[in-house]
């Protein structure tokens, strides 16, 4: 049973190829971009992009759908991640001037 209160129960989808797993090995320990996408579809689910600076450019290194903008929420998915990296430490993390993304960088990688 799933009640609304309950923070667990949200839903989340976490994509990463091998590929994008190898880039982010290889670029993600300076500067990395949290972007995200709102209300771009019928269904209002928040997109949320990791990208790093490669010699091409900017390229997606995973994404994440949740079913809502919160903190835990983002927080999961960048566990995540992080999970299938788990020496991934960037120095610096670009993010959308959002408290929940904010708080959810600051958690996940304290002291960055």
Known sequence: ????DDQA???????????QQRLLQRYGDSVCLLDATYKTTLYDLPMFMMCVLTNCGYVVVGEFVTADEQSPSIIAGLKALQQHTPDWKPQFVMADFSEAQITAVETVFPGQ
């Open 9 to 19: 129960s949200s839903a989340i989808l976490v994509h990463q190829s091998c590929f």
């Open 1 to 4: 049973m799933c009640r609304p």
